[in-house]
C-alpha cells in the first residue's frame, strides 16, 4: 500500500509538472522555462511607482536612484505619495519632441530637463498626493522609422543609427542580435541609450543565448520580449522568436496574443516584427523559426489579428517575399556583409512611413556602410563559411589597408 501511494505521488507530481510546463512554455535547445513578466510597480516606502509602456531599468530600492526606459512613444508612470518627499527620477528612450503632460493634484512640483532621449524628473510632494506623468508626440498622425537587424554591438550599429538619423528617422525597429562577440552586450545598450531617436527592440537569438542564457539583461536594461504599442491607429507588434518555443501557444507570447485577441480596438494597419523569419530567402537554406508547429501557429494568430506583413532579420540578407499570403520583409544587413561579398555597397535597411488613416509604406535605402565600419569579427567568421579564400584576402587586406 505504501508503495502505491508513492507510485500515485509521483505520478500525480509529473502530471503536474507537465501541466505547469504547457502552461509556462519551455525554450530550447539551451533548456529553460519562459521568462516571467517583468514587474511594472515598485514600492519605495513613501513612494510608489506604476508604470505604463516603461520598464525598470534600474530598480535600487531607494528614492533619486531610480532609472526607467520607455518602450513605446508615449508611456505614463504614476506616481503615489504617502507624505512629504523629494523624489527624482530619470527615463530613457523618449522621442526630444515628446511633450510632458501632468495629470492629478496641481500642487505637487514636477520638474523636467530634457537631455536628447532622456528626461530628468525632480518631483516634490508635500503630502498625501497622486500624479500621472505622460508624455505626447507633438507628431501623433505619423512618422518615419528605420527598420534593420543583425547589427551587432560595435562599428556597424553606431553607423547605421547615424544612417537612419541622416535619412530623417524618428525611431527606428531593431530586429535582433546586436550582440555577436565579447562586451557588445554592453556597447550595443549604450548605444541604444545615446541614439538621437527611439529604439524599440526585438531579442535576438544571439541576445538570448549566447555561451549561456544571456536574456536577463535584455530583459533588465532594453525591455520585455512580447510587447505592443499604437502610433498614428497602427498597431506595432514586437514578438519574441528568439530560440524555439514549446508548445508555441504558451508563455508570454501567447498571452499577449490573446490579449491582442480580445481588443476591439480597429487599426489602419499593423507592424509586426521579430527577429527569426517565417522563411529563408536563400536559396537551399533554412535558417528560420525552428519550434514544433511554431510557424503554423505564428503565422495563423498574425493573420488572424489582420496583419498583411511581418518584419524579420536572422538571415544577413534584404529580401521580400510572400508566405503563405503574408508579406515577409527580411531585413538583416545589418553588418553589411554583403558589402564585403560583392565588394561595393550595396547593403540596404528599411524606412516606413506611418501616417493616420493610410496603410504603413515601406521603402529601400541604401545603408553606405564606411569600409572603416565593417570591423565585427562575425565578418570572418561568415567568409571562411560560406566565401570563397579570395573573399576572405580581400577583407584582410582591405582591413589592412584602412589601419595603416
Known sequence: MPSLSRRNFILAGAAAFGVYTYQRGLRYPRLGFEHRALPNRLNLGSVSIALQHAIFSSQAAQVDKIN?????????????????????????NLSPTAKLKIIGDPNVSVDEESHGTKRTLAIKFNGEQSITLSWQLVEREGAYFAVIGDTGGGLELEWLLHRAEQLGAQFLLHLGDFNYGENEYDRAIELFEASPFPCYVSIGNHDYNDSGLIYQQFLQQIGPMNHTFTLAGTR?????????????????????????????????????FTH???????????????????IAWLHKKIVTLGAREILTGHVH????????????????????????????QVATMLMGTVELGKQVNYQWHAINMPWTSHTSP???????LEQPHSKLEWYKRKLQGLQS
Open 68 to 92: 526607467l526606459r520607455a518602450i513605446a512613444p508615449e508611456p505614463e508612470v504614476t506616481l503615489n505619495a504617502t507624505k512629504g518627499e523629494s523624489f527624482r527620477f530619470q527615463i530613457s
Open 236 to 272: 506595432f507588434v514586437n514578438l519574441d522568436s528568439a530560440v524555439d518555443f514549446f508548445p508555441a501557444s504558451a508563455g508570454r507570447r501567447g498571452k499577449l496574443f490573446n490579449e491582442l485577441q480580445l481588443d476591439q480596438t480597429k487599426h489602419f494597419d499593423q507592424v509586426v
Open 276 to 294: 527569426r523569419p517565417f522563411k529563408d530567402p536563400r536559396a537551399g537554406r533554412d535558417h528560420v523559426i525552428g519550434g514544433v508547429g511554431e
Open 317 to 344: 540578407r534584404s529580401a521580400e517575399l510572400d508566405f503563405e499570403g503574408l508579406q515577409q520583409w527580411t531585413v538583416g544587413e545589418g553588418l553589411g556583409f554583403q558589402d564585403i561579398v560583392y565588394q561595393k
Open 378 to 384: 562575425t565578418h570572418e567568421i561568415k567568409l571562411k
